[in-house]
């Protein structure tokens, strides 16, 4: 990430419309690589839950089709396509978990009928903190 740069920039009614597009987009293209992070730091990742929302909310999957107007970074696209699963194991913050701990076999079973299903879901599928998930990827790909 670049070190921000506080600029100056002059008042509107002293540039001309082209002068000021020229502002709008170098100050909007010097934020692109801080936009999420200050998106789910600022609505403590609310963010994320307000897109899942609206994304079951307008049936793409019945209708298969989108339109995400000023998109920013394309998130909503980005969670309309895509399908990201984390598997929490019963330790710390997951203890409250552990009497819905599966057993390894059955666990194991999930990870290779995940491991199918990503290679032929019309939607990206991804594993979020799954070690074991890895290792099966890297065994079958």
Same mark, same amino acid.
């Given at each position: ?57 307008? &049936? ?7 339109? @995400?107007?000023?998109?920013? !970074? #394309? $998130?909503?696209? +980005? =969670?309309?396509?895509? &399908? ?7 330790? @710390?913050?997951?203890?409250? !978990? #552990? $009497?819905?701990? +599966? =057993? ?22 991804? =594993? ?14």
């Amino acid at each position: 990430m670049k070190p921000f740069r506080k600029k100056t920039y002059p008042s509107i009614s002293e540039v001309t419309k082209t002068e000021h597009i020229g502002m709008v987009k170098e100050i909007f293209g010097t934020i692109t690589e801080r936009y999420d992070f200050l998106n789910h730091l600022l609505s403590l990742r609310r963010d994320v839950a307000w897109r899942r929302f609206a994304v079951r909310r307008m &049936h793409f999957f019945k209708t298969g089709r989108l339109l @995400d107007v000023a998109c920013g !970074t #394309a $998130d909503v696209a +980005i =969670a309309a396509v895509a &399908h990201h699963i984390f598997l929490l194991a019963p330790t @710390d913050r997951g203890k409250e !978990t #552990a $009497d819905q701990e +599966i =057993a390894p076999a059955d666990y194991e079973k999930n990870l290779h009928w995940f491991y199918k299903e990503s290679l032929r879901a019309p939607i990206r599928l991804k =594993a979020t903190c799954a070690p074991h998930y890895f290792r099966i990827y890297h065994q079958r790909k």
